[in-house]
């Protein structure tokens, strides 16, 4: 298999990384298959062994698996690493089958950023030096929000499409 197999589909794509001997892929593996199966004429679903690939892992920029990457037409429109659960997955299956925006940040993960942005500011209000603690806090509460940023998004528009 090699990436144009991947990229010359016309319906949306689900591309996951894993290995045979990664927990949380084993974990996430009948998920998958339940995805795959609810969503088959609709959502195209590829699992891909990276120890097999890693060749096409490298040029997908996976760096950590397991790894999803849905692609449309030929475009990646979004990526989740690590494992998922079944709400995360139906809300990233779904949005791939009707066309609609995929965030990069699934809703559990992104108000779990925003509280623990919120921990790391209170507690800079009690440091002696508290510049750290914002910055931090800065840091994690962007990480929440930064597929919803225009900017960032013209940002990794521009990275993605300079050649590698």
Not at 10 to 34: D, S, Y
Not at 57 to 80: F, H, K, Q, S
């Amino acid at each position: 298999m090699n990436i144009s197999d991947i990229l010359d589909r016309t319906r949306p794509t689900v591309v996951e990384f894993w290995a045979p001997w990664c927990g949380p892929c084993r974990q996430m593996a009948p998920l998958l298959e339940e995805m795959g199966e609810t969503y088959r004429d609709r959502v195209h679903t590829v699992r891909i062994n990276a120890d097999e690939h890693p060749d096409l892992a490298r040029d997908m920029r996976v760096l950590t698996i397991p790894t999803m990457v849905v692609y449309t037409n030929g475009e990646e429109r979004a990526r989740r690493v690590g494992a998922q659960n079944r709400g995360d997955l139906d809300t990233l299956y779904a949005a791939a089958a009707d066309g609609r925006e995929i965030g990069s940040v699934g809703g559990r993960a992104r108000f779990f950023r925003v509280a623990v942005a919120a921990a790391i500011l209170l507690s800079g209000t009690e440091a002696r030096v508290a510049w750290p603690f914002y910055l931090a806090a800065g840091a994690v509460f962007f990480s929440a929000v930064h597929d919803r940023c225009p900017v960032w998004q013209a940002i990794k528009r521009a990275i993605q499409k300079r050649p590698a």
